[in-house]
């Protein structure tokens, strides 16, 4: 579904990203840990087509990132940092603005069923300018899924939620996983990488420096593998 070969990513002089090699699988949820300054976003930004690479090889369900940028953007959902909600605008019109603009069929009934989803019915009409910062994130979450894609990349999707929209978030990612969607999630959240991905990504200096599966393994094994691989104890 993803393959990534040698892809290399400069900035400024400063070599950001160095010879990624990583293959991801339909149906795949992955998660990226590693230390602030480390790639973790830049590597999802040159996913998202948001950054060029510098060099290397991207192909997103078979379509090169050089060539297909276009078509591979229709079948992605990406939730950065920022929220990319407009601030006057209401939950309801925000995604039905953004459905508009990936040709999402019966539009309203989709946004309203998923402000619903993330719990947040009551405000489906208010600016979004008056929100709580986890309102946001809440909102943001739909945003990224509105058109139903088939990749998912988040950037620290968790932060600034409270338990209750954990649980929402979660179950989002793991329905979409039922569908068949690919999820790519960069977290500094070790307990949630642990409870909804099937894989590990570690990334420092630019360059992967573990790759493993979760299956039958916990949150002590991440921190003890994170450990040895970013704070060098053993
Ligand atoms: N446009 C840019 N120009 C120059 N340097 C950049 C640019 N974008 C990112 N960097 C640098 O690249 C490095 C990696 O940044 P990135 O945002 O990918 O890190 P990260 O792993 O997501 O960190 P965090 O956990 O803090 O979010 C940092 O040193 C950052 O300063
Ligand atoms: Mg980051």
Redesign the pocket.
């Known amino acids: 579904m993803i393959e990534i070969k040698k892809l290399s990513k400069q ?2 002089n ?1 070599l ?1 990203l160095r010879g990624i090699d990583l293959s991801i699988k339909k149906g795949e949820t992955v998660a990226i840990l ?12 040159v996913l998202a087509t948001l ?1 060029k690479p510098t060099s290397g090889i991207v192909k997103i369900n078979g379509l090169n990132l050089k060539k297909d940028h276009i078509e591979i953007k229709k079948g992605l959902g990406y939730l950065p ?1 920022s929220s990319l909600l407009y601030d006057h605008y209401s939950p309801l019109e925000n995604l039905v603005f953004f459905g508009n603009i990936y040709g999402v069929k019966n539009v309203e009934e989709r946004a309203t069923k998923l402000v619903k989803d993330v719990g947040l019915s009551f405000f489906l009409n208010e600016p979004v300018k008056n929100f709580s910062r986890g309102m946001i994130q809440r909102i943001a979450i739909a945003r990224a899924i509105i058109h139903e894609p088939e990749v998912l990349l988040l ?2 999707p968790h932060t600034g939620l409270d338990q209750g929209a954990i649980t929402i978030l979660n179950n989002v990612i793991l329905s979409m996983k039922d569908r068949g969607a690919t999820t790519l999630m ?1 977290t ?1 959240d070790f307990k949630q990488a642990a409870e909804i991905c099937d894989r590990i990504i570690i ?1 420092k200096n ?1 360059k992967i420096v573990d790759d493993f599966k979760m299956e039958r393994h916990n949150l002590g094994y991440v921190s003890e593998k994170y450990e040895l691989q970013v704070e060098g104890v053993s």
């Open positions: 900035a400024d400063k950001i590693g230390p602030n300054g480390a790639g973790k976003s830049t590597l999802l930004k950054i940092h950037d620290e960069v500094h990334v630019g």
